[in-house]
Antibody, heavy 119, light 110 residues
């Protein structure tokens, strides 16, 4: 069955970077996109960006351009989300989600990774 | 890019029908039929409930239905059940080639 399994919780200081992984299985990794969405405590969902796994090209929501880097490793069927220059307001649960190209919906999600920014 | 507007909460009794609205602009909800709805139970990942306005993924109950008129999309839950109590988020693909989410609606089963 399709699975997206994310790495564990992280704690970082302001100004640091964090890299979260999303290990996939149960489908052909290169034929889907991976999107990243975050949710601050008690808040709604916020779209961050996506990576085309086959081509490796990525697209970022305007708010995250410059600080967000999405990558993938096709040998391990894992996608990565790296967020730099962390601020307190980046404290959130970060989700990866899968999209079949040009379907515009996220049909499977990872379990989420809590990133806490604290001094 | 502003979040799509949703009511903070909608409630109903078991067996009743409720509708959650999602209002955007001509640059997102009104632009394409790529409107989706996600259900999120507490401390769980979101789950796709509706895509392309009114299409249900396999396994989603036919008690859930979707529609759109202009810049407003709607999700209707009929025959409300206890397990339907959750947060619901709409999302739309926008003219900036990115996605925008709604602020979320808490559905309460009285």
């Amino acid at each position: 069955q399709v699975q997206l399994v994310q790495s564990g919780a992280e704690v970082r200081k302001p100004g640091a970077s964090v890299k979260v992984s999303c290990r996939t299985s149960g489908y052909t990794f290169t034929t889907y996109y991976i999107h990243w969405v975050r949710q601050a405590p008690g808040q709604g969902l916020e779209y961050m960006g996506m990576i085309n796994i086959r081509g490796g090209n990525s697209m970022y929501a305007p708010k995250f351009q410059g600080g967000l880097t999405l990558t993938r490793d096709t040998s391990t069927t894992t996608a990565y989300m790296e967020l730099s220059s962390l601020r307190y307001e980046d404290t959130a649960i970060y989700y990866c989600a899968r999209e079949s190209p040009s379907t515009f919906n996220f049909d499977h999600w990872g379990q989420g990774t809590l990133v806490t920014v604290s001094s | 890019q502003s979040a799509l507007t949703q009511p903070a909460s909608v409630s109903g009794s078991p067996g009743q029908s409720i509708t959650v609205s999602c209002t955007g602009t001509s640059s997102d909800v009104g632009l394409y039929n790529h409107v989706c709805w996600y259900q999120q139970h507490p401390d769980k990942a979101p789950k796709l409930m509706m895509y392309d306005v009114n299409k249900r993924p396999s396994g989603v109950s036919n008690r859930f239905s979707g529609s759109k008129s202009g810049n407003t999309a709607s999700l209707t839950i009929s025959g409300l059940q206890a397990d339907d109590e959750a947060d619901y988020y709409c999302t739309a693909y926008s003219s900036s080639n990115t996605y925008v989410f709604g602020i979320g609606t808490k559905v309460l089963v009285l």
